[in-house]
């Protein structure tokens, strides 16, 4: 596996601005303190959604001094700015419609209360608050689902400032979890693009392949197998291009390119419901016309297009 000298540039939540000071999160205290401080920035997750403000210039996250009610909800330190500015995430109550398991819902409130998606306002934030919302949303979902001890069955408690869960019967410490996915343009010797439709996608959308890392293998061994899995290629000369947090609920994409010979595609079924080689002209043409869906702009997916392609895709969120 290589590593190309041209790697994907303005990946969604792969930017920097937000200094975790990982080393402040052992001070049992430091909540409770930032909590009483005004200066302190709190931004407050609701199901799966914060409330922000979008505007011509892009969008803001509404952030807030901390409330009296925030010292009895799951709270977690997100860093500090360039200014020191502290940073405070916490899990608010769930919406209306939700039981509070963080449902995906629409990408607004609906209700016209500002509330928004991470998928829907990310790529419009600047990489300080892109990143906030990103580590709070996979946080938040690690904590609803890991609030009992996969060793004995016993609740857990948030430690560490958020970052860390305690058993509370035998004390082992339970970390947030990550799941690494591969994601890759495969490109034959034509230089087209070979794109597939998931299994219950509906017509005209497509996307490059995708699967997750399995235990004992490489990134690039997780490349090959995928594709071989989904459409029945082999593929040679994989190189990384790019990665990206992806906190739905809480994983890592990891990007490539590689490349194929083309010949038959064998799909897998369960998966895959067609694939297909794509020339530059029809990827431009399909997605003028609106009879290719590509993803959204957010999506690491996108950049690995428009890396192939040669220019961005306008027009299209």
Known sequence: MGRPAETLANVTLAGSGLDRRAELRTDRHLLGRLLAVPDT??????????????GPDGARLRLRPPEASDGGRLAVFLGADARDVMYVGVVGDPLPHEDGAGGSGPATGGEGDGLVTLRHVAADLDDLEAGMFATLLALANWHRSHGHCARCGAATQPQQSGWVRRCTNEGSEHYPRTDVAVIMS????????????????????????????????????????????????????VQYLG???????????????????????????????????????????????????????????????????????????
């Open 41 to 54: 920035r709190v931004l407050e997750l609701r199901g799966d959604r914060v409330a922000a403000d979008e």
């Open 186 to 237: 495969v490109v034959d010797e034509q230089d087209r693009l070979l794109m597939a439709q998931g299994a219950g996608w509906g017509t005209g959308r497509y996307s490059v392949l995708a699967g997750f890392l399995e235990p004992g293998e490489s990134l690039a061994q997780a490349v090959a197998r995928e594709v071989r899995e989904e459409v029945g290629l082999e593929v040679f000369d």
């Open 243 to 317: 990665d990206q947090p992806w906190p739905f609920p809480t994983s890592l994409m990891v990007g490539f390119t590689a490349r194929a010979d083309s010949g038959a595609l064998r799909l897998q079924e369960s998966e895959i419901a067609d694939a297909r080689w794509f020339t530059r002209d029809e990827v431009r043409a399909g997605v003028a016309d609106g009879s290719l869906a590509v993803s959204s702009r957010l999506s690491i997916s996108r950049r690995l297009v428009e890396h192939w392609l040669g220019h961005e895709i306008t027009g299209v969120r």
